[in-house]
């Protein structure tokens, strides 16, 4: 006849490794976090006339698709300046609630406040969408001015400036907001190491954008 405790002890060292077990598999299980995030890996062909907002949205969609995640709803993480009776569109208000996870399954920002607050975007994390680094400071050629149109905040500008290309319809004259992907600039000063403020653009042209490390491209984020 065997001990009572002896079953005892044995009873609780098999459930303890069926247990571990499970956790296990769970964890081998675990679904892949989608893609909500991801810097355009080529920009309109045209500077920083994108067609509008719902051309630059259309470009955001069709990145998407192209890599198998056009199951969601794309936008732009552009603003645009108020006209006559149109008024201006933050950034921020037009991406989703998040999280936001990178196209290799990294959080980016959990919600949009952290976005524009403490986020998880530098250059080995703001992939495009098929997964690859974007050139930064210091890359042939450097690509880190993403355009924005935006504050610190994710706010369109108020009053007449033009920071938006003309609301993303110019390829000529005019300037955009950019922010530094890979969060360096000429210095280190705040502007330099912001992902969506950090200085106007010298123009809307290919060409323009090009001679300050520019190369059209722009954020892209899941909204649904």
């Not at 907002?53 to 108020?82: M, P």
Request: proline residues 4%.
């Amino acid at each position: 006849m065997q001990h009572p405790l002896k079953l005892s002890v044995l009873s609780v060292v098999v459930a303890a490794a069926a247990g571990f077990g499970s956790v296990v598999v769970a964890g081998q299980d675990a679904p892949p976090k989608k893609m909500g995030f991801f810097v355009t890996s080529v920009g309109s062909g045209k500077g920083g006339d994108l067609g509008g907002l719902a051309g630059a949205d259309k470009h955001c969609q069709a990145l998407a698709q192209a890599v198998g995640a056009g199951g969601r709803t794309w936008r732009a993480y552009l603003s645009t300046s108020a006209s006559g009776a149109t008024s201006a569109i933050n950034a921020r208000d037009r991406i989703g609630a998040g999280p936001w996870y990178n196209a290799k399954g990294v959080l980016v920002a959990r919600n949009v406040d952290e976005l524009h607050l403490d986020n998880n975007l530098n250059k080995q994390t703001a992939l495009t969408e098929k997964g690859d680094v974007v050139n930064g400071r210091g890359d042939t050629p450097n690509t880190h001015d993403m355009l924005t149109g935006s504050d610190s905040h994710g706010h369109a500008f108020p009053g007449e400036l033009d920071t938006t290309c003309g609301n993303w319809t110019k390829s000529g004259d005019g300037s955009a907001q950019v922010g530094h992907h890979d969060r360096t600039g000429l210095d280190g000063k705040p502007p330099a190491k912001s992902w969506n403020h950090s200085h106007p653009s010298r123009g809307c042209s290919v060409d323009a954008l090009k001679s300050s490390g520019g190369g059209g491209l722009f954020y892209c984020f899941a909204a649904k």
